[in-house]
């Protein structure tokens, strides 16, 4: 099996995948709190909060379930042949 990283433009739709709806669920449920808040600690509470989200838990979710597609050289059974 091969231990090649997948190409950067699926883990650039990878991390898009896990941000966008993390930054507007996010938005849309603590913005009317966060709106108090001058912009410099609003964007530091955000971060301090998604980043973690992200990398502990949706990042490694998202790989697992997508694995496939990030690595469809090591699928079992499938087999790929260069012409």
Request: proline fraction near 11%; charged fraction near 15%.
């Amino acid at each position: 099996m091969s231990t090649a990283t997948p190409p950067r433009w699926k883990t650039a739709v990878l991390v898009w995948i896990a941000i966008y709806p993390s930054i507007t669920l996010f938005s849309w449920l603590a913005g009317p709190m966060l709106d108090r808040l001058p912009l410099m600690l609003r964007t530091l509470v955000l971060t301090g909060i998604l980043v973690p989200l992200l990398v502990f838990v949706l990042l490694p979710a998202l790989n697992k379930g997508l694995r496939r597609w990030l690595h469809p050289d090591q699928v079992p059974g499938r087999r790929f042949y260069e012409t």
